[in-house]
């Protein structure tokens, strides 16, 4: 663990170095957002979640509009956080630390 983090401390300030001596701040700031919506795509792409729904759940959560499909979500997280209290504690601990904009 502290091996990755200093990895990534490392990289990230050599980044940061190398852009840094770009003079052009558009050039700088385009290849940083350009890693970063690299970054994302390869994520997105080795994500893969079960399909556990039958033909006719697959059919029936396809119709739903996407705030639909949202408050579906919604309704499940809420159903296992009732069985589970532990796992409604985890995510409220967990919020503040994946949206740091709040706290500053």
């Known amino acids: 663990m502290i091996g990755l983090t200093m990895g990534n401390l ?6 940061f170095t190398l852009t ?4 052009d701040k558009i050039v700088s700031y385009g290849i940083l957002a350009g ?3 690299l970054w994302a795509v390869l994520v997105y792409l080795m994500i893969s979640e079960p399909n556990v729904r039958d033909e006719k759940e697959e059919r029936r959560n396809n119709k739903k509009s996407f705030c639909g499909k949202l408050w579906s979500m919604l309704k499940q997280a809420k ?7 532990a796992l409604l504690i ?12 709040n706290l500053q």
Not at 79 to 85: H, V, Y
């Open 90 to 101: 985890s995510l409220i601990a967990l919020m503040p630390s994946r949206n740091t904009a």
């Open 10 to 15: 490392l990289s990230v300030g050599g980044l």
């Open 35 to 37: 890693l970063q919506v």
């Open 20 to 23: 840094e001596l770009i003079d």
């Open 79 to 85: 159903k296992a956080c009732i069985q589970d209290p």
